[in-house]
């Protein structure tokens, strides 16, 4: 079974930063596209990133661009979320997931494995 566990998160006021990060146990990390993911209270759950098995391709959701940084550090067996310049709206539960898919369209990737969540608080 593959487990995931999200870390990182916590309440910090707007303009503030966090990093998440998404760590792997009983499974390495390098075969595996890592998505995150975020869900709002009474919102669909919604894409937030993705990085290629490889790390080399990534992709954001146009409200995150330019403020999130998605990596990964296959040797420690951990995707990394950098969140800078937060937002209010940003707040929600991060989830990250994993699952095999083309190292060129990793958001296109069926996650079949999921974390259980992190809560992020943008608030001031």
């Known amino acids: 079974q593959l487990q995931l566990v999200e870390s990182g998160g916590g309440l910090v006021q707007p303009g503030g930063s966090l990093t998440l990060a998404c760590a792997a146990s009983g499974f390495t990390l390098d075969y595996y596209n890592i998505g995150w993911f975020r869900q709002a209270p009474g919102k669909r759950r919604e894409r937030v990133s993705c990085i290629s098995r490889t790390g080399g391709s990534t992709n954001y959701a146009d409200s995150v661009k330019g403020r999130f940084t998605i990596s990964r550090d296959n040797a420690k067996n951990t995707v990394l979320l950098q969140m800078n310049s937060l937002k209010p709206e940003d707040t929600a539960i991060y989830y990250c997931?994993?699952?095999?898919?083309?190292?060129?369209?990793?958001?296109?990737?069926?996650?079949?494995?999921w974390g259980q969540g992190t809560q992020v608080t943008v608030s001031s």
């Open positions: 997931a994993a699952g095999r898919g083309s190292i060129l369209t990793p958001c296109q990737t069926t996650f079949g494995s």
